[in-house]
């Protein structure tokens, strides 16, 4: 079936001399070609979801791999992952300057030499095979990995990436009730690599051992290994709210209904407390509950 539009996803840790120009250029650009999303551009790099036509999509990629200022920035050797849209993922474009372009606040860190080696899709998908001595860290928010995560997760229930530095103590107690922890591989993931690549930083500056970190995120794992080791949906910050990334047949669904635990992907905003949280609820309790939920969007 055609696909009229298309998601992109991307980052990089970079040095950009002068962030606001590149903003700039990126917002005209974006704005030529009628696509909508986000763009975080910083001293330390470019952190960025588009959706647009697929023909303005690849318009876009080439854009990054030929301007001057992009190749200057490195932005020419970024791995871009990609996914179907629905011509509605975002209802605006946002390109902002920030001091970082994933806000953990744990000061600065030279990216390229203090993260974690890399584990590529298909040799975590290896070790899965192999029974490699390993876990899984997941450090999205807990409201992500309730619709999908990989088989041997660790989930401290972190309500946002930036509570990580103060939640050092909570990972070290999770951790060590694992029987033999210390010979274990830790693998990092979150959906695109981003938050992996600085948290490796933190967390190799606190002493953890044996980290890696999931090359491009879990996009390219559920890309390249399909219905594999990493069950359900994956949540992603657009009013798609999830996506398969590539067609799966037969589906383990993990999702569970908030109130009646019924199996479900479906995510609303929940306004019975504050600030409002994003919940998985089935349309029937939707529908009971309405009161307080309402249809989960952007921005």
């Known amino acids: 079936m055609k696909v009229d539009f298309a ?10 001399a002068n962030p606001k120009a590149l903003a700039a250029l990126h917002r005209e650009k974006c704005q030529e070609l009628g696509l909508k999303g986000r763009v975080i551009i910083a001293e330390e790099g470019i952190n960025a979801t588009l959706e647009g036509r697929v023909e303005s999509i690849a318009a876009y990629k080439d ?5 001057a200022a992009n190749i200057a920035a490195g932005f020419d050797r970024i791995t871009v992952k990609e996914s179907d849209g629905i011509g509605r993922a975002f209802p605006k474009l946002s390109v902002k300057v920030r001091d970082e372009v994933v806000t953990l606040g744990a000061g600065r860190f030279d990216v390229e030499k203090e993260t974690a080696p890399e584990v590529t899709a298909a040799e975590l998908q290896k070790w899965y095979e192999t ?3 390993f876990v899984v860290l997941d450090l999205r928010n807990d409201y992500e990995i309730a619709s999908g995560k990989f088989e041997r997760t660790v989930d401290i229930g972190l309500k946002n990436f930036r509570d990580l530095p103060a939640r050092i103590g909570d990972l070290r107690k999770e951790l060590e009730k694992i ?8 693998v990092p993931v979150c959906t695109g690599g981003i938050r992996c690549e600085k948290a490796t930083c933190l967390l190799k500056r606190e002493g ?27 949540f992603v910050f657009d009013n798609r709210m999830t996506t398969d990334v590539v067609p799966v047949s037969g589906k383990n669904i993990i999702g569970r209904c908030f109130f009646c635990d ?38």
């Not at 998601?7 to 950009?16: A, D, E, G, Q, S």
């Not at 854009?63 to 301007?67: C, E, P, R």
């Not at 953890?208 to 359900?232: C, R, S, V």
């Open 7 to 16: 998601v992109i996803l991307f980052y990089k840790f970079t040095n950009i």
């Open 179 to 186: 029987p033999n922890i210390r010979g274990k591989k830790i």
């Open 208 to 234: 953890f051992e044996n980290l890696y970190q999931l090359k491009d995120g879990i996009h390219t794992y559920i890309a390249e290994n399909p219905g594999k080791h990493f069950k359900g949906t994956l």
């Open 262 to 299: 019924t199996a479900t992907e479906n995510y609303c905003s929940d306004d019975s407390v504050r600030p409002s949280r994003k919940i998985l609820c089935c349309e029937k309790c939707f529908e009971v509950e309405g009161a307080h939920l309402r249809e989960a969007v952007t921005f």
């Open 131 to 133: 029974d490699e001595d």
């Open 63 to 67: 854009f990054l791999k030929t301007d």
